[in-house]
């Protein structure tokens, strides 16, 4: 068999740069959301993956979450259809630190290696440390490991990246650190597992979950003029996402 026809398995970083080995790799599907922000879709799977959100910045970028490591071969592919070189990877911010949302970061630092980490205050600690607690990565038999964080946000920060300036909005309630983006300019809202489409909403039985507190979070959110809806799971909503949040409120009212 020549090595064109060897399909490496996903553990092995260096596999992932060899050319026989990009042509058998499937990119995720990207979508482009508005000029200069993508949208790279989550891969369905026994694994949870998230979305991630590219943002151009220049000649560089920055992606509001990594996806689990297991899919990054896919997000790498994902990046290189967009025009970019994963070296070119300015910064990472995170929406929390579970896996599915954090796991593919040391990865990314292996090749872009002054890449920043950015993240809440209140888990930028476990990451640092590797500290499971809070990213259930027993739960998708994995562990986390140990992160520099370049940057710890928290609520009223500002978030420059490209043409877009974002709020932080500390969210808890999902987890204690969780962290929405809002863009006022073109009101579209990160969100992470605070809230999703379709009435949805993130789940509150992991590690430092609090149902009181998300009702919170989405009450909140669901003031905000949102039209775009990022969330870190499911689909995107292009327009009326502040319909999509307010009815996530009405159901978490209802069941937490
Ligand atoms: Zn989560």
Redesign the pocket.
């Known amino acids: 068999m020549s090595s064109a026809d060897t399909v490496q398995p996903i553990s092995g970083f260096e596999a992932y740069r060899s050319k026989a080995e990009k042509y058998v790799m499937a990119a995720k599907t990207v979508q482009k959301v508005v000029d200069g922000l993508y949208w790279i879709v989550a891969r369905e799977g026994l694994l949870p993956d998230s979305n991630i959100y590219l943002v151009k910045v220049g000649e560089r970028f920055v992606i509001f979450d990594t996806g689990i490591s297991n899919f990054f071969r896919h997000t790498y592919a994902a990046i290189e259809e967009l025009g970019f070189n994963v070296s070119q990877l300015d910064r990472m911010i995170l929406t929390?630190t579970?896996l599915?949302?954090s796991g593919s970061a040391p990865l990314f630092l292996r090749e872009a290696k002054d890449a920043e980490v950015w993240v809440s205050k209140q888990e930028g600690d476990y990451l640092e440390k590797g500290d499971d607690t809070v990213v259930y990565g027993s739960f998708l038999g994995q562990r986390l490991e140990p992160v520099p964080v370049g940057r710890k946000l928290q609520e009223g920060d500002v978030v420059k990246a490209g043409d877009f300036t974002f709020q932080v909005l500390h969210t808890p309630g999902?987890?204690i650190g969780s962290l929405c983006f809002f863009e006022p300019r073109q009101n579209i809202l990160i969100s992470?597992?605070v809230v999703f489409r379709h009435g949805s909403f993130?789940r509150v039985d992991?590690p430092t979950g609090n149902p009181q507190q998300l009702i919170a979070s989405i009450f909140r959110l669901a003031q905000l003029p949102v039209e775009i809806l990022l969330p870190?799971h499911m689909s995107i909503a292009t327009n009326n996402g502040q319909a999509e949040i307010q009815l996530s409120l009405q159901f978490a009212k209802q069941v937490l």
């Open positions: 929390h579970h599915d949302h999902h987890s992470g597992d993130g992991l870190g």
